[in-house]
């Protein structure tokens, strides 16, 4: 499995919601991505993990989000991209599906 993201830090709050907003509804778990999750660091910041079978497949998920990442650094979003090989994915054997697709 292959690992590709990106940590946002945004203007403000408002940017960071609508922005994240919008790619969790035309991005995620589209174009070969298997799963995804984010992190908020910060009130302005998150970071998006989405995870693929393999390189190749991640890298053609970022041909299909090359313009809405333009978008965003044209916001004034500052954009630290992040990818690499996936290994030692553990999960608990008592965690549940409901536990993993949970919203907070």
Request: charged share 20%; hydrophobic share 40%.
């Amino acid at each position: 499995m292959y690992a590709r993201g990106v940590r946002h830090t945004f203007t403000n709050e408002m940017m960071k919601q609508s922005v994240t907003n919008f790619m969790i509804q035309n991005f995620d778990l589209k174009h070969g991505m298997m799963m995804s999750f984010k992190i908020h660091t910060a009130e302005n910041q998150v970071v998006h993990i989405g995870i693929f079978p393999d390189e190749k497949t991640a890298e053609g998920y970022a041909k299909h989000t090359q313009q809405a990442r333009d978008q965003i650094a044209e916001m004034g979003a500052k954009s630290e991209p992040l990818s690499g090989q996936l290994t030692d994915f553990l999960i608990a054997g008592d965690v549940t599906l409901d536990q993993l697709t949970s919203k907070v």
